[in-house]
């Protein structure tokens, strides 16, 4: 591991660890490293006005509210965020595909030189799975829908072709390789239901919002999936 990479580990090691103290032998063995050497990198971070305290043998502990400096990523980071933004580029709706591509164009921009062949010859690829299916809603609606809790009143036809008008709150949006699903709680069948976006005929976004907060409902609504998952 380059040094650099080791005193950026080192920082986020004591970020988690929140306010609680931790030890150089416990960075020491996250890292695969000597003790030692972690005394000397705290050493010279401190000296570089990173906000650490602690001593020798009671431990270290990064105080709340210090910010890194941007974009200070690993080689793995790096390859972690390019995978990911090159599958969202490839499978995503129009709105994240090109959000994906400029992320990519960004990281390329500001990275250091010697990480530049991560971008401009990647080891790492997605493959394309097939055309996906025509989203029959603005997706940055649903997204902003979701953000603030509106409900959407939608024409829905099921996988037989049957129609029916709902009421829904969406909480998440699950990518697949050619289809998205709007996870939601139906009004209609008052429990949580999957709604794919080629399906939909037509939608509104209403004035109304669900009380329960989203990330309640994801809970919920995850629970209830792996209770399925068990039967």
């Not at 939608?154 to 909480?171: E, F, G, M, Q, V």
Request: charged fraction near 25%.
């Amino acid at each position: 591991m380059r040094r650099s990479d080791r005193l950026f580990q080192i920082i986020q090691v004591l970020r988690s660890a929140s306010r609680n103290p931790i030890t150089a032998g416990q960075i020491a063995e996250e890292l695969e490293t000597s003790v030692r050497t972690i005394y000397r990198d705290i050493a010279d971070l401190m000296a570089q006005r990173v906000p650490i305290r602690g001593e020798t043998g009671v431990g270290y502990v990064l105080e709340s509210g210090y910010d890194m400096p941007p974009l200070m990523l690993t080689e793995e980071e790096v390859e972690a965020a390019l995978l990911g933004a090159q599958w969202v580029a490839t499978q995503g709706d129009i709105g994240l595909a090109n959000s994906a591509r400029d992320l990519i164009s960004k990281i390329g921009a500001v990275i250091p030189d010697e990480m530049q062949s991560i971008v401009l010859e990647p080891i790492t690829m997605t493959p394309k799975f097939g055309e996906a299916e025509v989203d029959n809603i603005d997706m940055q609606s649903l997204r902003n829908a979701i953000r603030h809790r509106n409900k959407l009143n939608i024409s829905y036809k099921d996988a037989k072709d049957i129609p029916s008008a709902r009421i829904i709150w969406p909480i998440a949006i699950a990518y697949f390789s050619t289809v998205r699903l709007i996870i939601a709680w139906c009004e209609m069948r008052n429990d949580f239901r999957h709604f794919r976006t080629d399906r939909i005929n037509s939608w509104e976004a209403l004035d109304d919002k669900f009380i329960k907060s989203v990330s309640a409902l994801r809970n919920e609504w995850w629970d209830k999936e792996k209770n399925k998952s068990t039967l």
